[in-house]
């Protein structure tokens, strides 16, 4: 496990500065997660550190390292809030696609024995052992994140960079995968986006707030105890409303 650091990240559309000097560390086999208004640039961020492209005419300046000295590149899974599953193909394949894009011209239609067997083995893990041949259309919206999981899981990257990816779902549904994901990704180290003061608070080891304009990132709060956290516990519920209560004030303020 190592820390993920994030150095000095700054992006701006022309004139438009969405942040600056941001200063912050992923945690090694943590979670950290991320809150803040829509429009705040969490997304960018998200995208700014997986080193993908974000638009025409985005400057950026600093980065994001691996503490252990090595590139990110090639050390990162993503989950995104829309399950993206591709719906001509069946669960097995739309979970295995990273693996056969990365095979040989040749092979481009076949699955190595390893890799079916591991696929098989994480469609065990998320609970949908028997879905393997499904196609996504006849899933559940649920089913279809832990799918989602499954080829997150599949990449097997220590960086898993996750925006909303539980936000579509009902409220007993969303924990479950909640409580799934925290499961199945311990010791990676995760960022999680989310709007949902609670999810941040039950799932994440370091909160951080991204507000203002140019935004900027709050001290990290830090709850404890074990992750995922009860939600009998009172002081989770005493964080989140605070919380809730910052977001509401930073609401107001941009409204004003």
Excluded at 16 to 21: E, N, Y
Excluded at 128 to 139: S, V
């Amino acid at each position: 496990m190592f820390d993920v650091v994030v150095s000095n990240a700054g992006l701006a559309y022309g004139k438009h500065r969405i942040f600056t000097g941001l200063n912050f560390v992923l945690k090694g086999g943590h979670w950290t997660c991320l809150l803040g208004g829509s429009g705040v640039g969490k997304t960018s961020l998200l995208r700014f550190i997986a080193g993908l492209h974000i638009g025409e005419g985005v400057e950026t300046e600093g980065g994001a390292y691996c503490q252990d000295g090595s590139l990110l590149k090639g050390r990162i899974a993503w989950m995104a809030q829309q399950d993206l599953l591709l719906p001509w193909y069946s669960v097995l394949d739309n979970i295995t696609l990273g693996a056969k894009l990365r095979t040989s011209f040749f092979r481009k239609n076949k699955l190595s024995l390893a890799a079916k067997d591991k696929a098989y083995m994480i469609l065990k893990r998320v609970g949908l052992e028997d879905k393997a041949n499904t196609l996504p259309q006849n899933l559940s919206g649920g089913q279809r994140q832990r799918v989602a999981l499954a080829r997150t899981l599949m990449e097997n990257r220590p960086v898993v960079l996750m925006d909303e990816p539980f936000s579509a779902l009902d409220a007993i549904t969303r924990l479950n995968l909640q409580d799934l994901a925290c499961e199945l990704l311990a010791n990676k180290t995760v960022l999680l986006i989310t709007h949902d003061p609670l999810e941040a608070l039950r799932l994440g080891h370091q909160v951080y707030h991204l507000q203002g304009h140019p935004a900027r990132l709050t001290d990290a709060i830090e709850p404890l105890g074990d992750t995922p956290r009860s939600l009998d516990d009172k002081y989770l519920m005493s964080l989140q409303g605070k919380l809730l209560d910052r977001l509401r004030s930073e609401v107001h303020t941009f409204r004003d």
